[in-house]
C-alpha cells in the first residue's frame, strides 16, 4: 500500500475510531481485553483495506470487518490480564442523570445485553446504532425478514427481564 | 418499549466516554502481529503439511529402499511416494486456494463458512494421511511376516503368526487412533466459538 493510502486509511480509523471502541465494548469486559481487541480489529480493518472498493460507505464496511473480528476471528491473547470487573467498566450509567428507577433500569438492560450471545449481541449493537434490517440483514449474512423476527425476540426477552 | 429508546440514546452518550488513540497510535498498532484465528489456523496447518512431508522424507533412506527391495515391494513403493507427493501438492493447492479466499469483509455467514470449508480442507488431508499411513503399514507388516529378515527367528507358523499380526495391527490402530484424538481436541478447541457462533447464525434463519 502507498503512503498515501496508508495517511487516508488512518484518518478514517481516527475519525470513525468509535465504532471499532463500540464494538469493544459489547465484546470485552476489561480494559486489557478492549484493547487487545481493538488493536486486532485495526489490523484486520488495515489489511483488508486494499479489497475495499467503496461500493458502500467507509463506515458501513468498518462495522462489518469489526464484528467479523470480533466474533469470529478474534482470539484473546494469553498475555491479557483482566484489570477491572466488567460492571465497572463497561457500559457506565450516569446516575445524576436519570432518575434511580431508570438508572436500575439501564443497568439491568446493559447486564442483560452483556448476557447474550454473540450473535444476539451483533443485532443489538447495529440496532443500537441505528441501522436498518436491510444492513444487519446484509452484515450478519441472515434474510432481512428473519433480522426482524429475531430483533423482535430479544427485545421482548429484554422487556420481560426488566418486568420480571 | 420505552426502556429501549431510553437505552439507545444512552447508548449514544456513551460515545463521550470512549477513549480516543491518535493516528501515531493508530499506526503502530496496524503494523502488530495479528492474533486472529486465521493467522493460526494457517500455521498448524502449513506445520502438519511440513511435518508429513519432513518424516517421509526422514524415512526415505537407503536403508529403507534395501528394506522395501528385500520386502518384494519396490515398485509399489515407487508408485505410493509419487501418488502420495501428488496428493499433497493438491491439498497445498486447495488449501492455500479456500485461505486467499477469506476476507472479513464478507457477511458473518459467508466468512464463518469459508473458515469451515478451509478447515475441512485440512481435516480431510489428516483422514488421508491416517487411512493411507494404517494401510501401507499393514501392507508392509504382512510383507515383512511373508518376508521376514534373514537375522530375525520368529515362529509365525499356526496360531503366533495370527497373534503377531494382530498385536501389529492393534499397535499401528491405537497409534493412528492417538494421532486422531489430539488432532481433532486441537481443531475442537480452536473452533469451537466458531462453531457455537455459526449454530446461532443458523438458527436465525430457521
Not at chain 1, 93 to 101: H, I, L, N, P, R
Not at chain 1, 118 to 144: M, N, P
Not at chain 2, 61 to 84: A, C, F, G, P, R
Not at chain 2, 190 to 203: A, D, F, I, S
Request: glycine letters at 2%; one cysteine or more.
Amino acid at each position: 500500500m502507498t503512503k498515501a493510502q496508508e495517511k487516508e486509511f488512518l484518518k478514517q480509523l481516527e475519525k470513525h475510531q468509535n465504532i471499532v471502541h463500540k464494538v469493544c465494548k459489547m465484546y470485552t469486559n476489561d480494559e486489557a481485553s478492549h484493547k487487545d481487541l481493538f488493536q486486532e480489529i485495526s489490523i484486520q480493518l488495515w489489511k483488508a483495506y486494499p479489497k475495499f472498493r467503496g461500493d458502500s460507505k467507509f463506515t458501513t464496511w468498518m462495522y462489518r470487518v469489526s464484528l467479523n473480528t470480533a466474533i469470529t476471528l478474534y482470539r484473546k491473547s494469553k498475555k491479557i490480564i483482566a484489570t477491572q470487573d466488567i460492571a465497572e467498566i463497561s457500559f457506565k450509567v450516569k446516575a445524576e442523570e436519570y432518575d434511580t428507577t431508570t438508572e436500575e433500569n439501564l443497568k439491568f438492560m446493559y447486564a442483560a445485553i452483556k448476557e447474550l450471545n454473540d450473535i444476539d449481541k451483533a443485532l443489538v449493537l447495529l440496532y443500537l446504532e441505528g441501522k436498518d434490517y436491510k444492513e444487519i440483514a446484509e452484515t450478519l449474512g441472515v434474510s432481512q425478514v428473519n433480522a426482524r423476527v429475531k430483533m423482535t425476540r430479544i427485545k421482548r426477552k429484554l422487556k420481560s427481564l426488566l418486568s420480571s | 418499549m420505552k426502556e429501549l429508546e431510553l437505552l439507545k440514546k444512552d447508548w449514544k452518550k456513551q460515545e463521550k466516554a470512549l477513549p480516543q488513540y491518535k493516528i501515531e497510535e493508530l499506526r503502530q498498532m496496524v503494523y502488530k502481529r495479528s492474533n486472529s484465528l486465521i493467522r493460526t489456523i494457517f500455521i498448524i496447518s502449513i506445520v502438519e503439511f511440513l511435518l508429513s512431508c519432513a518424516l517421509s522424507i526422514w524415512f526415505v533412506d537407503d536403508e529403507y529402499w534395501q528394506l522395501v527391495t528385500h520386502l518384494h515391494l519396490k515398485t509399489v513403493t515407487q508408485i505410493l511416494l509419487v501418488v502420495s507427493y501428488t496428493i499433497t501438492l493438491f491439498f497445498i493447492y486447495l488449501f492455500y486456494h479456500n485461505y486467499k479466499k477469506i476476507t472479513p469483509q464478507d457477511s458473518t455467514r459467508v466468512l464463518m463458512k469459508k473458515i469451515l470449508r478451509t478447515r475441512m480442507t485440512v481435516r480431510y488431508y489428516i483422514i488421508y494421511i491416517l487411512i493411507s499411513t494404517g494401510l501401507s503399514s499393514i501392507l508392509y507388516f504382512i510383507f515383512s511376516l511373508k518376508y521376514p529378515m534373514p537375522e530375525t527367528d520368529l515362529n509365525l507358523s499356526g496360531i503366533n503368526g495370527l497373534i503377531v499380526i494382530g498385536v501389529g495391527i492393534l499397535f499401528i490402530g491405537v497409534a493412528l487412533l492417538l494421532v486422531w484424538i489430539v488432532y481433532t481436541l486441537l481443531y475442537g478447541i480452536l473452533l469451537r466459538k466458531l462453531k457455537r457462533n455459526y449454530e446461532n447464525l443458523k438458527k436465525i434463519d430457521l
